[in-house]
């Protein structure tokens, strides 16, 4: 099967799932969807991020290798969708000791940024308040960042927010 192929056939979910069933625990196979990911055109990117979520769902470790240059990738000028559903990957692994703080510095920088997509500054949150868990030198910082971006903020964004500042007074 021609990945590329595929995903330019169908942007759906059934497709996302079914070419993620394909992959599987394969590491072939994920680091060709991973190349689409991280270095093919916009269109074929943000497709290949939503087979990514669901392989890495099913397989959290095929994705380890990969982080570092997923880290990279955000500070370059790509889809929302790729940005969403990296940090929507971040959020819910163990990121390296020695990736940690460069991921801290551009999630601070996209949960901080009123133009990012709600979703991306949501993940955002979340992965610095995880971040938190394991540096709490950081609590205050996000604290002031959520706490400076409520008032505007979207119901989701706020919703996000409030519950990671219960949790972070917690610490």
Known sequence: MDLRTEILKEH???????????????PTRFANLMELFLRDNLIVCQRSSWVVIHCVQQYP?????????????????VHSAVKRNTVRIFQDIVLPEELLGKAVDICFRLLDDPQEAIAVRV??????????L??????DEL???IESHLEFGSSGFMNRGKKILKALQKL
Do not use: H, W
Request: hydrophobic letters at 40%.
């Open 134 to 139: 394991r540096e709490p030198d950081l609590k």
């Open 123 to 132: 993940f955002s949150m979340q992965v610095l308040y995880n971040a938190c």
């Open 143 to 145: 604290s002031i960042t």
């Open 61 to 77: 470790s095929l994705i380890f290798p990969y982080l570092e240059e997923m880290i990279d990738n955000l500070e370059r000028e």
């Open 12 to 26: 759906s979910k059934k497709q996302a799932v079914r070419l993620a069933d394909f992959i599987g625990e394969n």
